[in-house]
C-alpha cells in the first residue's frame, strides 16, 4: 500500500518521529491519513490516541480510545488511559462508571477501587456536589484505614488525593487531610521512613527547597528572591526539582545562580524509594516545601519526615494535616485569631508577606485613556477558583450596572469554561450577553488586561495571589472578601503591607456587588489607580526586608 508515493511503513515512521518530537499537529495529520486506509489498526490507533492526548485535545483523544477498546479491551493500560483521559475533562461520574467496569473485569490494579471513590470534580456543579464528594472522600479514608492492604508506590499504583481540588471550596479541611494522612501512612509503607539528623555545631544550615515549579509558574515567581536572599556564609542551599520542571527563563536563574557557587540544582530521582535513599545520603537540616498538594510526587515526599524541620509555605496555603510538617511560613496580615485553628502546621509569621517580588517589566504599557474607562468588571482568575456561590455574585453585578461587561478567562482546553458556562445558564438572570471569554493570554497582555480593567474581582473562598501583585503594575484595584483561611486572605494581606487607606474589602456578599459597582463607575477611577500602583511600589515590590526577616527565622530554628 501506498499512500502519497510514500510507503505505509515510512508514513508510519515519519508519524512516529514527529509524535517524539512533539510536534503533535503534524504526527495527528500523518496517522489520521494511515487510520484512512487501515481504521482498525491498532499500533496506529494507539499512537494517534497519544498524540491526541498529549496534545490536550481530549475529545478526540476519548473518541480514539473508545475505538481500541472496541477492538481489544484487553489492550494493556487502556482503561487506566482511558480514566486519565476522562480525569483531563473533568467528566468524574463518568471516569468512576469506567473504572467500575474495569475492575469487574479485572483490568485494573486494585488501586483503583480507591482511586474512583477520591476524585473530586474541577469546577463543581452546586454546593450539594461539594458535600457529596467531600462524605465519599472521608469514607473511602475510614475504609483504608480499616484495611490492612498494602500498596506499591513505585510499582505504578500511586493514588491521587483530592488534597488540591478539595480546597478551593468555604470548607475547613484540616480533620479531612489528618485522615488523609494517616490513610496514606497506612497503605503506603514507605511513607513511615525518618531520615533526621542533628546538624554539628560550627556547621552552615543544610536547607533544600523542594517544588516541581521553580520555573515559569507562580511559585516561580513567588519564591525565587527570597531563597536568592539567603546568607551564603549561614546556609547551604539546594533547590531540588522534580524530572517534570520544565526549562524556563525563570529556571535558567537557578542554573546562572550554580554557576555562581551560591546554590546547587539536583533533579530528584523519580521513583520514592530512591528519593528517600537520597534524602538518607544528604542528610538535610531544613527541607522547606514552597507548595504542597499542587504536585503529586512531592505532595507524596512532604509526608515523609525527612529533616529535622520541615516548612511548608503558601503556595498553596493549606495545611498538609501532616506531623511531618513542623511549620507554615506566612505573614501576620495573612491570619486572623481563629487561623491556627485549621493548621496541624505551626505557624511562623513574617511581617511581610514571604516573598521580594520584583515589580513586573512589560514592552508596551497602555495609557491613560485606557485605564480611566469604567464599567469593566474582570476575574481573571483560574476557573477553578469559581465557587458556586461567587456566580450570583457575577450575576448580581451585571443586573445592577446595565452598562457593566464582565471578562473572564477560558481554560486553554476550555473544558472548565463549558462547565461554568452552564452552571451560569442556571442563574436566569446571569445576562451571558455581557460576559466576555478572552483566550488564554501572553503574560504582558495579561497584565494590560489587568490595567483596561475598572475593577477586579477577588473569587470567593480561594482568591487571587501572583495575580493581584501583576494587577499592580497599573493600580487596578481588588474587591476581596477575606474569610478565617489564608486561602482567601492573600489580596487583603497585600493590602495591609501597601497601608491602603480603606481598602476595598467587604464581610458580605451585597457589600461586595456594591463596591464593586461603585469602583466600576467612580469619576476619578484613574486617581485610585495611580495611588494603590504608588503604594504598591512603595511597599509591596522589591521588599528587601523580607529576606532579611526569612533569614532571621529560618536561623532561629538553631539558636
Avoid at 501512612?185 to 560550627?202: D, P, Q, S
Avoid at 490595567?451 to 477586579?456: F, H, N, Q, W
Amino acid at each position: 500500500m501506498v499512500v502519497n508515493k510514500i510507503s505505509t511503513e515510512e508514513l508510519f515512521k515519519i508519524a512516529y518521529n514527529h509524535l517524539q518530537n512533539k510536534n503533535y499537529s503534524k504526527s495527528i495529520e500523518l496517522f489520521n491519513k494511515i487510520l484512512s486506509h487501515f481504521p482498525e489498526n491498532l499500533s496506529v490507533l494507539r499512537n494517534l490516541l497519544h498524540a491526541y492526548a498529549f496534545s490536550g485535545d481530549f475529545h478526540n483523544a476519548e473518541n480514539t480510545i473508545k475505538k481500541v477498546l472496541r477492538l481489544n479491551e484487553k489492550e494493556p493500560y487502556v482503561y487506566q488511559f482511558y480514566a486519565s483521559i476522562l480525569k483531563n475533562q473533568d467528566k468524574i461520574d463518568e471516569m468512576i462508571n469506567l473504572i467500575e467496569e474495569g475492575l469487574s473485569k479485572n483490568l485494573m490494579s486494585s488501586k483503583w477501587k480507591y482511586q474512583k471513590e477520591l476524585l473530586y470534580p474541577v469546577v463543581v456543579k452546586d454546593n450539594n456536589e461539594i458535600d457529596k464528594f467531600r462524605t465519599k472522600i472521608s469514607e473511602c479514608y475510614d475504609q483504608i484505614l480499616k484495611n490492612s492492604e498494602q500498596l506499591d508506590y513505585d510499582n505504578d499504583q500511586i493514588i491521587q488525593t483530592p488534597h488540591y481540588e478539595s480546597s478551593y471550596n468555604q470548607h475547613d479541611n484540616l480533620e479531612l487531610n489528618i485522615k488523609s494522612v494517616k490513610a496514606l501512612r497506612k497503605i503506603y509503607r514507605e511513607l513511615n521512613e525518618n531520615c533526621v539528623v542533628e546538624k554539628k555545631e560550627n556547621e552552615k544550615i543544610k536547607i533544600g527547597f523542594i517544588s516541581e515549579f521553580f520555573t515559569n509558574h507562580t511559585i516561580g515567581k513567588l519564591f525565587k528572591n527570597i531563597i536568592f536572599s539567603l546568607d551564603q556564609t549561614k546556609f547551604n542551599i539546594f533547590i531540588l526539582h522534580s524530572k517534570k520542571t520544565k526549562a524556563s527563563k525563570l529556571f535558567n536563574e537557578f542554573i546562572e545562580k550554580e554557576k555562581n557557587g551560591f546554590l546547587k540544582n539536583i533533579r530528584l530521582p523519580e521513583k520514592l524509594g530512591d528519593k528517600i535513599n537520597f534524602f538518607k545520603k544528604e542528610k538535610f537540616n531544613i527541607l522547606f516545601y514552597p507548595d504542597i498538594g499542587m504536585s503529586v510526587e512531592m505532595y507524596y515526599l512532604s509526608l515523609i519526615r525527612l529533616a529535622k524541620h520541615q516548612i511548608m509555605s503558601w503556595g498553596h496555603p493549606e495545611t498538609t494535616g501532616s506531623e511531618s510538617i513542623d511549620f507554615f511560613l506566612c505573614s501576620k496580615s495573612l491570619i486572623t485569631d481563629e487561623t491556627s485553628k485549621s493548621y496541624s502546621e505551626k505557624l511562623l509569621l513574617m511581617d511581610h508577606l514571604p516573598m521580594i517580588y520584583e515589580f513586573p517589566k512589560i514592552e508596551q504599557k497602555i495609557n491613560d485613556a485606557e485605564l480611566s474607562k469604567n464599567n469593566i468588571y474582570s476575574c481573571p482568575q483560574t476557573m477553578f477558583k469559581f465557587h458556586p456561590e461567587f456566580d450570583h455574585i457575577l450575576a448580581e453585578i451585571l443586573k445592577k450596572d446595565k452598562k457593566g461587561v464582565l471578562y473572564l478567562i477560558k481554560d486553554n482546553n476550555k473544558i472548565y469554561f463549558n462547565k461554568l458556562i452552564d452552571r451560569f445558564k442556571k442563574i436566569k438572570f446571569f445576562d451571558l450577553d455581557r460576559v466576555i471569554f478572552l483566550d488564554p493570554l501572553s503574560r504582558d497582555n495579561y497584565i494590560n488586561h489587568l490595567g483596561t480593567s475598572s475593577v477586579l474581582l477577588d473569587p470567593l473562598y480561594f482568591g487571587a495571589g501572583n495575580s493581584f501583585h501583576e494587577s499592580m503594575v497599573y493600580g487596578t484595584p481588588t474587591v476581596t472578601m477575606p474569610t478565617k483561611y489564608i486561602k482567601s486572605r492573600i489580596v487583603s494581606a497585600a493590602y495591609m503591607q501597601m497601608e491602603i487607606e480603606k481598602p476595598p474589602i467587604v464581610k458580605n456578599k451585597n457589600e461586595y456587588v456594591e463596591l464593586a459597582i461603585n469602583i466600576a463607575n467612580s469619576d476619578n477611577l484613574l486617581e485610585i489607580k495611580k495611588y494603590y500602583q504608588k503604594k504598591a511600589i512603595e511597599k509591596l515590590f522589591n521588599t528587601t526586608k523580607a529576606g532579611e526577616e526569612f533569614n532571621q527565622i529560618l536561623l532561629n530554628l538553631y539558636q
